[in-house]
């Protein structure tokens, strides 16, 4: 069991055409506002239950990390990017969309913030889950 602490912003995949997790799918995490001193990207790949669980700094060792960032007193506005193009390519469907970006809006940071997302090749919703 790993004694890592959760990070503030998760987020999972549901892949609707087979009603099972979205495992290996590139998501990068950016801070768009306030803009930090650096460009504050994060990245991970789900895991086979479609989550991620941990993130790391795009960029060079001036990141700050994200629980870091997240405590910054300002609201923030965040997005989530999920590189599905080669997901759906290897199951040998030519999706519509070939990223999915979903920004949205931390206000509280007493909270945690997950993101599910309810994929399809030709449509997904998302909703702010717990």
Excluded at 1 to 24: E, K, Y
Excluded at 46 to 71: E, H, I, Y
Excluded at 84 to 92: P, S
Aim: glycine fraction near 6%.
């Amino acid at each position: 069991m790993s004694t890592a602490a959760r990070p503030p912003i998760t987020c999972h995949v549901l892949d609707t055409t087979i009603g099972r997790p979205g495992a290996n799918i590139p998501v990068t995490l950016t801070l768009v506002s306030p803009p930090a001193a650096a460009i504050a990207s994060f990245a991970s790949v789900t895991n086979s239950d479609g989550r991620v669980t941990a993130w790391k700094p795009l960029s060079d060792s001036q990141t700050p990390d994200l629980a870091t960032l997240f405590r910054e007193p300002a609201e923030q506005a965040w997005a989530l990017k999920f590189d599905t193009l080669q997901y759906f390519k290897e199951k040998g469907v030519d999706a519509f969309f070939p990223e999915v970006e979903i920004k949205f809006v931390v206000r509280s940071k007493d909270e945690h913030y997950h993101v599910p997302v309810l994929l399809g090749p030709f449509g997904y919703t998302t909703y702010r889950g717990s």
